[in-house]
């Protein structure tokens, strides 16, 4: 009993160490961490991974949700950077921090940046503008007080570091501006409350506890709120529902100050107060987000579930997790970060916090399907699915359709929140999610549309019978060289902005946009090269760092005039500089294909298409429609433009391109012969969601291919479809029927359970297993390049084409042994040798399996040298192309590694994958993995800090924003605020996690066999 009663106080203690660790000051911390607890932290395990074919950008990084406003914080935190390094008031303080001998004044500053909340940095305006129930609340708080105030005055526990440190505060704060008193006494009645509570001494800072006091006060008021509220009354507590405090955040770390219209209207519908499901759409830039994620902030701190929000690029999620991470520290909530490598399935267990999953869209359809399985998906209260329009996007949206059917289905409880462009058949996807609709029109800036055709501009107006109307002629002159070199006129088109505004130009390749950037920089004045000098050559040095000392040839041209290209060739390193550096202004014009519409938010003056085609494709509305949508920066720009260069030729085309209805979203489950539809059976049946005819016949009836059966399922009906699958993974071996004992039940065998919970597309499952299988007969230990071979991407294998050559060149330096392992799989020396001397070989070799271990060569040096560019310059590769390689191969690696675990004729695969996966994520240095793990920051960014003696993530938590962005290189302060942000929500993700599985092992059995109850008249049992 005692030793019970011991190991519980051991960890609660623990817990709340834990739980802090974001807000207890870094001395503290050292003090307090025992060798158990070191313990604990050094055995963290990488987290175990999924995989997916999420994106065209690979690991891709991008700006912020408000780029021009992070610009212009940029801008002036720049400027007050520079100021600040030349005041002595930095020297000091640095020299305090390297010499841990801080002066009063310097230890005071570096002690309040770890510990107090960002919110003590913000203005207290925002108390003018509380609704009248926070002030009536906080009047009451007010008399209380004053009760109390004596008793205060008798009593503390506190240890007289903390005392001190409460002594200047409250100085400090006696002199602060009248209206801060309000808040403070609330923090003076809480303050009295805890040490009234606190009997035993602790190590956790007292302003972190009164703070997250007040926090949960106001909840807890937000929340009585949301229970009275009745439907004839509209105020629901503080903030829609939530704390103050919450309002503030938005302020600081948004620049929100107020809800555009639509935004509240949206929040105040009664279809959302009483959580029904919606579905709102709006034009790009409409702030459809924000809506959301006041949604999930509510349903994290008021209901306490958890949610997922799923977007559809892994540089988004990344985005959002950096965005967030500072909200979850502030309100307490974990956010978790479910793309590429990283994600747990099933997420850890919380039992004192809500989770807030941020996910892209396989990644989210692994996680819901471990929350069935796991029996917790009823924990998860809210859904947020953003770009809902993708549900008609190729095996993606099938992707998204099966994940919200299931969710639908397994769980009444969880609401689901779609966000989407604007639709022609949105009634199909109200049906399909039992939701309701809100539709506005609003964009922050009045965009115009432009088409160019010869040498006159014509406003886009559906009204007119042309559906042209004619607004300018083409002011320019050209010579006769100048017009045969660009005879689009897109430098007098470009020249009009820039520099002083932005411009984007979207080119039908990635060639073109090279291409187009050179040809602009020919012909742009001396000017030019003057604006904005010293950035353009911080910008140079820091892609000279990112690319090893290599910079691409066209970048080193381009950008002293303030131009790049930005497309999936270039590394996620260059894109992401490329990006900040136009977001601040650095650059203005970026040459760029589609896929920077739908993946980051880049805002322009002007948007210029320079054809209507993505490659040979003529372009489909939606697309024109997010091109176009990036025009016109909220806050900056009084008015946005396209314009859109059309061929005579392509006229009819182009009328129909922009004067042309909303398109329709349709099912993709029977995308690609029913792959979709297939791959959503056998899940069911292996979750036991449905496991015979008469229940998958049901489920189906939940999904959009049914509301829209009459348009997809012509030649066959539903019912026909879904029989007709059933067959099919019968004939592939991945479901059976059980005995007729058990009414025809169906079951998924070892090799379908495998397939679906590796995620494995079922194109491909049995090749795998084979290869896997072929592979341990002779699985070679001594290098890497068999158990690489065996985790490359079947579906890369099209887009990559060998050169004989170089293929050659390469496979002559493997070791005899590798080369044998090579012959072995299929591709013998000879062939290799033959086909690099130009002969025609008739030997029959299946080219998908040397295409494939071509590509494992690449992915083999890469791990060898972890030099990017080294490597794609010797396989004349994109730099881009064998970066996408190795994200999509570390992504397959977890998949594989799934699939074996489910068979154990695969045992050894397991440990081998586990490393394999961990190396192919983090292709870097050792030591630079623990900093790589933090969201978002990338290897040239990891060696910088690392240089700079930030060497662990703990480290980073730690760190002081403002002294971080002072050290390193054109790191700007909110940029660094973020960085810190997430590695302390990473490190309290870790720590939460172990400390989660110390209390579930000493947690005793809730069905621990007890002894039977002893009748009352019965004889006790004599020996
Ligand atoms: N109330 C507001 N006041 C000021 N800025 C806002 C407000 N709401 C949103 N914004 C800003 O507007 C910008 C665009 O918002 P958001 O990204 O949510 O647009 P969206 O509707 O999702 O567009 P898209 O369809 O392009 O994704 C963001 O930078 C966001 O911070
Ligand atoms: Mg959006």
């Known amino acids: 009993m005692n030793v019970e009663l011991k190991v519980r106080r051991v960890s609660t203690r623990k817990r709340s160490r834990v739980t802090r660790t974001h807000l207890t000051p870094l001395k503290k911390r050292r003090e307090g961490k025992s060798p158990q607890n070191r313990r604990l932290m050094a055995d963290v395990k990488p987290v175990e991974c999924f995989s997916d074919s999420e994106d065209l950008f690979g690991g891709y990084d991008s700006i912020l949700d408000d780029s021009s406003l992070l ?32 002066s009063n004044a310097g230890k005071q500053r570096w002690t309040e940046t770890l510990t107090d909340s960002i919110l003590d940095d913000l203005q207290d305006e925002h108390l003018e503008e509380l609704p009248s129930s926070q002030l009536h609340y906080l009047e009451q708080i007010d008399e209380s007080v004053k009760r109390s105030r004596l008793q205060e005055r008798n009593q503390t526990s506190t240890p007289s570091r903390t005392t001190d440190r409460t002594e200047t505060q409250t100085n400090t704060e006696a002199n602060a501006h009248r209206r801060r008193s309000v808040r403070r006494s609330v923090s003076d009645h809480l303050k009295t409350t805890m040490l009234c509570n606190a009997s035993a001494p602790t190590n956790i800072s007292r302003s972190v506890v009164l703070k997250e006091a007040v926090v949960s006060e106001e909840i807890s008021v937000a929340m009585q709120a949301m229970e009275t509220v009745s439907a004839e009354s509209p105020d629901l507590g503080p903030f829609f529902g939530l704390p103050t405090k919450v309002k503030d955040l938005m302020y600081k770390l948004r620049g929100i100050r107020k809800l555009y219209d639509w935004q509240e209207t949206c929040l105040n519908l009664d279809c959302v107060q009483q959580r029904r499901n919606l579905i709102y759409s709006l034009p790009t830039s409409g702030g459809k987000t924000l809506v959301a994620e006041i949604l999930i902030l509510k349903e994290l701190l008021c209901r306490k579930r958890d949610c997922l929000f799923i977007l559809p690029y892994i540089s988004l999620v990344q985005e959002k ?3 967030l991470a500072s909200f979850g520290l502030e309100l307490d909530f974990m956010v978790e970060e479910y793309a590429g490598s990283k994600g747990r399935f099933p997420p850890v267990k919380r039992t004192n916090k809500s989770s807030l999953y941020i996910a892209t869209i396989e990644k989210a359809h692994s996680l819901v399907n471990s929350l069935i399985e796991t029996n917790r998906i009823e924990k998860l209260g809210l859904t947020v699915v953003d770009e809902l329009h993708m549900l008609g996007d190729g095996s993606r949206g099938a992707t998204i359709e099966m994940t919200l059917a299931k969710v639908l289905y397994t769980s009444k409880t969880t609401q689901i929140i779609g966000m989407s462009a604007t639709l022609g058949n949105i009634r199909d996807l109200q049906m399909f999610l039992k939701a309701e609709n809100y539709t506005n029109d609003f964009r922050p800036v009045q965009l115009k549309e432009y088409v160019k055709l010869r040498d006159s501009i014509y406003e886009v107006d559906p009204r007119e019978e042309e559906c042209f109307k004619f607004s300018r002629a083409l002011n320019f002159k050209y010579s006769g060289a100048m017009q045969r070199i660009d005879p689009d006129h897109i430098i007098a088109l470009v020249t009009e902005v820039i520099p002083t505004h932005s411009c984007l130009v979207f080119c039908p390749t990635k060639k073109n946009c090279e291409n187009v950037a050179g040809m602009i920089c020919k012909y742009l004045k001396e000017e030019f090269l003057q604006h904005r000098q010293a950035e353009k050559a911080i910008l140079l040095r820091e892609l000279r760092d990112s690319g090893n000392g290599s910079v691409c040839p066209v970048l080193k041209k381009t950008v002293p005039f303030g131009l790049a290209y930005h497309h999936s060739g270039l590394t996620s390193e260059e894109r992401k500089l490329m990006e900040e550096a136009y977001s601040s202004g650095v650059l203005c014009l970026l040459t ?21 085609y993505v490659a040979t494709d003529f372009l489909k509305r939606s697309q024109y429609k997010q091109m176009v949508g990036r025009a016109g920066r909220a806050g900056i720009d009084s008015v946005g433009e396209s314009i859109l260069i059309v061929q005579e030729k392509d006229r009819q085309m182009t009328k129909t391109l922009v004067c042309s209805p909303t398109e329709n979203c349709y099912s993709h489950l029977m995308h690609d012969d029913g792959k979709g539809l297939q791959s959503l059976i056998l899940s069911l049946i292996g ?20 509301v829209q059966q009459e348009q997809l399922c012509v030649e066959k009906s539903l019912w026909q479809v879904v029989q007709q699958s059933v067959e099919v993974l019968k004939e592939k071996q991945l479901i059976t029927v059980a005995s007729e004992e058990h009414n025809n039940t169906l079951q998924v065998t070892k090799l379908g359970k495998a397939t679906y919970k590796g995620s494995v597309d079922l194109t491909y499952s049995d090749v795998l297993y084979r290869d896997l299988w072929k592979g341990l007969e002779g699985l070679l230990l001594n290098s890497y390049l068999h158990l690489v071979y065996l985790v490359t991407p079947y579906d890369l294998i099209s887009q990559c084409r060998p050169d004989w050559m170089i ?13 044998k392992m090579s012959a072995a799989v299929g591709v013998p020396e000879s062939f290799v040798a033959r086909k690099a001397a130009g002969q025609t070989v008739k030997k029959d070799v299946n080219s998908a399996v040397v295409t494939r271990m071509y590509l494992a060569l690449v992915l083999f040096s890469l791990l060898k040298e972890t030099n990017l560019w080294s490597v794609a310059e010797r396989f004349q590769l994109s730099r881009g192309f064998v970066q996408t390689l190795l994200s999509s191969s570390s992504a397959f690696c977890c998949c594989v590694l799934h699939f074996t675990e489910e068979l154990e004729e695969f045992w050894p695969f397991k440990a081998l994958l586990t490393e394999l996966t961990r190396r192919l994520s983090y292709c870097v240095t050792a030591e630079l993995v623990p900093l790589m793990e933090v969201a978002g920051v990338m290897e040239s960014r990891a060696k910088q800090l690392y240089n700079a003696g930030y060497k662990t993530l703990t480290h980073l938590a730690n760190a002081d924003p403002a002294l971080l962005s002072s050290t390193i290189e054109n790191l700007y302060r909110t940029r660094a605020q973020q960085i810190v942000a997430s590695a302390k929500m990473l490190l309290n993700e870790k720590a939460a996690a172990l400390q989660e599985e110390v209390n579930e092992l000493l947690t005793t059995p809730s069905d621990l066999p007890q002894p039977p109850p002893r009748p009352l008249d019965a004889p006790t049992k004599k020996q």
């Open 71 to 102: 610009a212009k914080l940029d801008g002036v935190e720049h400027e007050r950077q520079r100021k600040h390094q030349s005041t002595t008031y930095t020297d000091v303080d640095q020299q305090d921090y390297t010499s841990l001998q801080p």
């Open 321 to 323: 997790v950096r965005g």
């Open 592 to 612: 760029c294909t589609s896929t920077l519409a739908a993946g980051v938010n880049l805002p322009a003056r002007r948007v210029i298409l320079r054809s209507p």
């Open 687 to 706: 979750l036991n969601v449905a496991t015979s005819s008469d229940q998958l016949r049901e489920f189906l009836h939940g999904t959009l291919l049914s």
């Open 807 to 819: 293929y050659f060149r390469q496979f002559t330096l493997l070791s005899a042994a590798e080369q």
